[in-house]
């Protein structure tokens, strides 16, 4: 389909071996080509990955089971989707959806939908999906801003938050999964009872949600600040890791798990 494929290891390797001109203001000819040489191949690269970006949104849409903004599914998802009425559970903002395929895996008698804005991402889960032949799973592309324009009151069983953005920034805290932005939403769409799942590395970020839920009058039912180190944990959350998991693990950041419900 390609000519070539690079990853991005080796562009970093390729553009990262590059020396630039020992006196920039009297290159020589021979570093003039060189510099040309690093922006012509990083040009290819970045033409290559936005191709192939393209091609992975195109194919998101023909797999089983994925949407695209679906705003008249309101109400309809285990019906029309699963034709069960089994539990619904959401996993927002699931990336490559590793955590959704994982969960859905695990429990056959429950239905998941990971949801994000990026379906080049979901592409990946979306045909993992599809090659183990999973049948209780779907990938949603929406902003999770919409979720009360796409799910009914009361429709959803149980809603996983892994790894989110954590938005370091005081300006951008609106944007962060656990923000007062984003809780009405899952109380209304939760039934009563449903449960948030929270896991994440980041340590500002967890405590800036106990804090936001503290505003809410929340008590969490569970608080996790050693996912992999405390055994009483319930094993899939240490069993399911994704990329993200793994890679901050490894950098010896500690995993926190909260749960709670409105
Ligand atoms: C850091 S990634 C985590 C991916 C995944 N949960 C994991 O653990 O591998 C965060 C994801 O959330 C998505 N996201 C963040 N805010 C969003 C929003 N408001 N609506 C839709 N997607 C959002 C991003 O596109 C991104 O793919």
């Not at 695209?68 to 989707?81: I, N, S």
């Not at 939908?113 to 045909?127: F, H, P």
Request: proline letters at 6%.
């Amino acid at each position: 389909m390609y000519m070539f494929q690079i990853s991005s290891t080796e562009i970093h390797r390729m553009t990262c071996n590059f020396q630039p001109p020992k006196n920039p203001k009297f290159p020589s000819p021979t570093s003039n080509i060189q510099l040309l040489n690093s922006q012509l191949l990083l040009y290819l690269c970045a033409l290559i990955m936005a191709k192939r970006k393209l091609q992975q949104f195109a194919e998101f849409k023909e797999l089983d089971k994925t949407f695209d903004f679906p705003y008249d599914m309101k109400g309809k998802w285990k019906q029309d989707v699963f034709q069960n009425d089994n539990p619904l559970v959401l996993e927002l903002g699931c990336g490559k959806g590793e955590y959704t395929v994982a969960l859905s895996k695990q429990y056959p008698e429950k239905n998941f939908l990971g949801i994000d804005i990026k379906s080049n991402r979901m592409w990946r889960g979306a045909l993992t999906a599809k090659e183990l032949g999973i049948t209780n799973a779907g990938f949603i592309r929406m902003i999770i801003n919409n979720l009360t324009a796409i799910f009914d009151e009361a429709e959803v069983d149980e809603i996983w938050i892994t790894f989110p953005d954590p938005f370091p920034k005081d300006r951008h805290a609106k944007h962060r999964l656990t923000s007062s932005t984003f809780l009405p939403l899952y109380k209304q769409v939760l039934k009563p009872g449903g449960v948030v799942n929270f896991k994440t590395d980041d340590t500002p970020l967890f405590e800036y949600s106990l804090e936001v839920l503290k505003e809410h009058n929340i008590t969490p039912q569970e608080v996790n600040w050693d996912v992999h180190g405390n055994s009483d944990s319930h094993p899939h959350l240490r069993e399911i890791r994704t990329y993200y998991e793994n890679k901050f693990a490894a950098q010896g950041r500690t995993i926190k798990y909260l749960r709670f419900t409105f």
